[in-house]
Each structure stands twice: as C-alpha cells, then as structure tokens.
C-alpha cells in the first residue's frame, strides 16, 4: 500500500506548491443570504482563488427554510443545483454553493441539529468535493399569546444576535414576517401578527437563513474548512486535488472474545479524477477494548 499524502496541507505549507491551478482562479458563489462574507477568508488563504459572489439567481426559489418553498431532492442535489446556476449565469468552470439542513440530533435526538455541505464543483478536472460540517443548531420555536411570553422565547432563542421569524396562528400560515432583529420591530410586528390571529396565537422561530444565524454560520465556516483541507489533499498519482477517504472499514477484533467489532481497522481513500484507490491501515492498537464490543456489550 502506498503512503497517503499529509491531509493538513493548508497547515505545511503546501498549498502553493499543490495548488498553482487555483491560484488567482474565479470560483462563483451563488447566494442572496451573505454567504460569501464567511467564505472568503478560508478560500483566499487556504486556495488563492477569487471568490465571485452573485446573487442574480433568488435561490428562495430553490427552497426556504420557512417552509413557503419546499425544498426538491436531496441537500447535495440542492447545492449541486446551486451551483450549476451561479456557474451557468457568469460562465465559469469552477462554482461553490452552500445548502444547510436541520433534523434531530443524531445521538438521542432531543435537540436540533444543523448539517451545512459546501460543494465544489470542477469541470476542468471533472470532479466535485463535499466539504461537510455539523453540530447543535440555534433552532427553536413556540406558540405565544402575550408580549411577555414573547419576551421569554426570544431570550431563548438568543435574540437579538439570532433574528427571528413571526406569523399568525400557526407553523403553516403562509403570511410570515421575517428581518426582526430588534426589539422594538419585534414588539411592534407581534401586535400587528396578533391582529390577524383569528385565536391569537402568534408563531415565532428562530430565523435560519444564514446571514441571521450566527450559531449556524460557524458550522458554515467549519464546512469551508473541511473542503479546503480536502482540495488540498492531492492525488499520489495524478496530483488531482479532493482525494479523500470515502470509507472506513470495521473489524478490530476484541481483546476479550476475539470477536471483531464496529471499530475501524483501515480506510480507503479515492481520487476522483484517475480513480486511484489506496487502502491504509489506521488502528494503531492491535486489539478493541471490550466495552467497544457488541459481543461482550450487546
């Protein structure tokens, strides 16, 4: 098995020498909700390259977080659609687009969880790298009847930092007032929202579009650097930037039972570009602990 190339060369120094191709390289960015302000930095220092922002594509159309526009096919799909469009609308070869998702949390699924992909998109070299990134997101909402009750949420919800989203009676109806990130709007939107309540009742929630979300935009810088590190890991074969591990393989057998367990043993990482395949042992440990064993732990 061939030795992998150092993964951190953003951190060694060895973007300049890797990445001469992107270097001074235009990389669209479609987006309407700020984006391309956290961007920025991880792509100049980590790439060289020139982000071009547009926003002449509403990208609401491809779907909303408030739920007035569903969102077609998968998170990946969405970003890949993204950027086909920004790529498309100024003639670029290379485009970068940005789709984020909320669900349960993946270990007891009591709270929110926000999974950001950043999806880079290389016709040149044929290739597409996902840069991916999630953690607990700032996502609540509520039914209020009073200013006070209003209050309390938004103190919760980590307002005026994270802004807010209020309409009338319930979740799903369709007249929402959006970009209320001060008090004083906010108190003066809920008496008019309350006034359309036939049971008043007003629905507020935490606004997730990006540029309203501060706790959401940290995972959205965290993905740039995801797929930074991976466009600079480069093919040992074909110097093809994004070759990455696509999977992890089980096996490490149990120092008790003998049994193999869920715990890796190797990983294989791929090159998108000529398809080279290297499979690199990882577990410097010769046996698992029993408490990771599905045996000896069922």
């Not at 669900?103 to 007891?108: E, K, M, R, S």
């Not at 926000?114 to 044929?126: A, K």
Request: proline share 5%.
């Amino acid at each position: 098995m061939s030795a992998l190339p150092n993964p951190s060369c953003v951190e060694t120094g060895m973007v300049k020498r890797q990445h001469l191709s992107y270097a001074g390289r235009k990389v669209v960015l479609l987006t309407k909700h700020g984006k391309q302000d956290l961007l920025k930095d991880a792509f100049d220092s980590g790439l060289g390259c020139n982000l071009l922002h547009t926003d002449a594509y509403d990208t609401d159309q491809l779907g909303t977080f408030t739920r007035e526009v569903d969102r077609s096919g998968s998170q990946l799909e969405a970003a890949r659609r993204k950027a086909r469009i920004g790529m498309s609308l100024t003639g670029l070869g290379i485009g970068i687009a940005s789709e984020g998702s909320f669900g349960p949390d993946p270990y007891a699924g009591f709270f929110t969880w926000n999974t950001e992909i950043l999806l880079w998109i290389d016709d040149e070299l044929g290739i597409e790298v996902t840069g991916i990134a999630n953690g607990p997101a700032q996502s609540i909402h509520r039914e209020v009847t009073t200013v006070k009750e209003l209050l309390g949420f938004a103190t919760e919800a980590k307002f005026p930092e994270h802004h807010l989203v209020l309409r009338p009676e319930n979740q799903g109806h369709h007249q929402i007032y959006k970009d209320i990130s001060d008090e004083a709007n906010l108190i003066n939107t809920f008496y008019s929202v309350q006034k359309l309540s036939q049971n008043g009742i007003v629905f507020v929630e935490n606004d997730l579009r990006a540029f309203c979300n501060p706790t959401r935009q940290e995972i959205i810088k965290n993905a740039a650097k995801d797929l930074v590190q991976k466009l600079c890991s480069t093919c040992p074969v074909c110097s093809a930037p994004g070759y990455w591990r696509v999977k992890r393989i089980p096996g490490l057998r149990c120092s008790f039972c003998n049994q193999k367990t869920r715990l890796p043993v190797a990983e294989v990482w791929q090159c998108q570009s000529c398809n080279f395949e290297n499979q690199n042992e990882i577990n410097a440990n010769q046996f698992a602990d029993p408490s990771k064993c599905d045996f000896c732990n069922p």
